[in-house]
């Protein structure tokens, strides 16, 4: 049907995110209606309504698993991109399952949510989760119990704070060595 497989995969993705996202609403509409969640949780601030997420949720997945694709085919060498889907999968579940424990202990009001959620900070930093594959699980981890618009603004600074992190570090250790790449001398 498709000329690569690629896209294809890449569609059937943000096409059963879109379907998960009808019935997700679904659901809410007919438990009560579907909530607006206010930004850092406060009833003084804007109010964003889940129904964004039909939108968000497939754009994302779209935007987010084209990065990896296109990661994972400037691979060349035997096995390298078989190594990478696996890491990436393997990334991706870890900060579903990290969103996941924040939405549920946050629903449930336990104390441990501030740990987790800085932890989240503190985790990407050492973890490099800036890459697409993180940004795309932890915005999906915390989707059905916030919505979609504020997980992707969570999982986007997030990322975005550990790459300046990873920036500035690197800038720092360049600078340490005399702004010289390691191993390049002086003719």
């Known amino acids: 049907m ?5 896209l294809q995969s890449r569609l059937i993705l943000t096409m059963s995110a879109f379907i998960a996202e009808v019935l997700h609403l679904g659901w809410e509409y007919s438990h009560g209606g579907v909530p607006a969640h206010h930004l850092l949780n406060n009833p003084d601030m804007p109010a964003v309504s889940n129904w964004w997420g039909l939108l968000v949720v497939p754009l994302l997945v779209w935007f987010l698993v084209g990065r990896i694709q296109r990661r994972a085919a400037t691979l060349v060498q035997m096995g390298s991109r078989e190594r990478f889907r696996t890491l990436a999968r393997a990334r991706f579940a870890v900060a579903l399952l990290w969103a996941g424990a924040l ?5 449930l009001g ?15 930093v050492c973890a490099g989760a800036w890459r697409a594959e993180y940004v795309l699980g932890f915005a999906l981890g ?6 979609a618009v504020l997980p992707v603004l969570v999982a986007s600074t997030i990322a975005a704070c550990a790459f300046t992190v990873h920036l500035v570090f690197g ?8 702004g010289r790449v390691r191993g390049a001398g002086l003719p």
Do not use: E, K, Q, S
């Open 2 to 6: 498709f000329a690569r497989p690629d």
């Open 103 to 107: 939405a549920l202990v946050f629903t």
């Open 110 to 124: 336990h104390p441990a949510v501030n740990w987790i959620f800085f932890g989240a900070f503190a985790a990407a």
């Open 142 to 147: 915390m989707t059905f119990t916030f919505g």
């Open 171 to 178: 800038a720092v250790l360049r600078l340490a060595r005399g």
